[in-house]
């Protein structure tokens, strides 16, 4: 069975500035997906960005970037020029195709606090 | 469409009662699941669905009851609540295709509080 930790309950930020969530994970498949999920209050789970093992190049979506580290089994989410929008829970999550059903293991959380 | 939709938003129980959180969806997906959200634990699956008729269990099944007679539908029964099962219940769909990379939709979630 795989597991995602995330070691950082809590983090907070200014506004504009860049701030990184480190996730690390536990798995023997080669071929796997990670993601990240953003909780805002409203508790609605938005997935942000999403890597394939396979795939070396790191993944970016505007202000959102990923640092794939395949062999040390990290996945961190770097946020660029952070917005209060930006204030939520995140989660690192995990699936391989030997998953029944492909569902999502998720690491503990992040708190993300943006301060103006 | 309305997506994943979950009722209620909000539940409180007293141990030992019974009650089913409704779960559905508009996007004929063929993947259906349960999670709940703990403090510090982030999701964890409870139980998923692959087809109308084929349920299975996840990580943490104990006290859950699931059927899926159709593809639209996935509710989630407690039979005999406890206080451990106070949590924020998600309901998730997404199509059946070869690649896990695809996203996976979430519908609102219910806070149920037991007693």
């Known amino acids: 069975a795989q597991t995602v930790t995330q070691s950082q309950p809590e983090m907070s930020v200014q506004e504009a500035e860049t701030v990184t969530l480190s996730c690390t994970y536990d798995?023997?498949?080669?071929?796997?997906?990670l993601f990240w999920y953003k909780q805002p209050p409203s508790r609605q789970m938005i997935l942000v960005i999403r890597?394939?093992?396979?795939?070396?190049q790191n993944a970016t979506e505007n202000r959102f970037s990923v640092n794939f580290q395949k062999a040390a089994k990290s996945f961190s989410l770097k946020i660029s020029d952070s917005q209060l929008g930006d204030t939520a829970m995140y989660f690192c999550?995990?699936?391989?195709?030997?998953?029944?059903?492909?569902?999502?293991?998720f690491g503990g959380g992040t708190r993300l606090m943006v301060k103006p | 469409n309305a997506g994943v939709t979950q009722t209620p938003k909000f539940q409180v129980l007293k141990t030992g009662q019974s009650m089913t959180l409704q779960c559905a969806q508009d996007m004929n997906h063929e993947y259906m699941s349960w999670y709940r959200q703990d403090p510090g634990m982030g999701l964890r699956l409870i139980h998923y669905s692959v087809g109308a008729g084929i349920t299975d269990q996840g990580e943490v099944p104990n006290g859950y009851n699931v059927s899926r007679s159709t593809t639209e539908d996935f509710p989630l029964r407690l039979l005999s609540a406890a206080p451990s099962q106070t949590s924020v219940y998600f309901c998730?769909?997404?199509?059946?295709?070869?690649?896990?990379?695809?996203?996976?939709?979430f519908g609102p979630g219910t806070r149920l509080t037991v007693l």
């Open positions: 890597q394939e093992a396979y795939k070396q």
């Open positions: 798995t023997s498949e080669n071929n796997y997906y």
């Open positions: 998730a769909s997404r199509f059946r295709e070869s690649s896990p990379y695809n996203e996976q939709f």
């Open positions: 999550a995990f699936t391989a195709p030997y998953n029944a059903g492909n569902m999502l293991t």
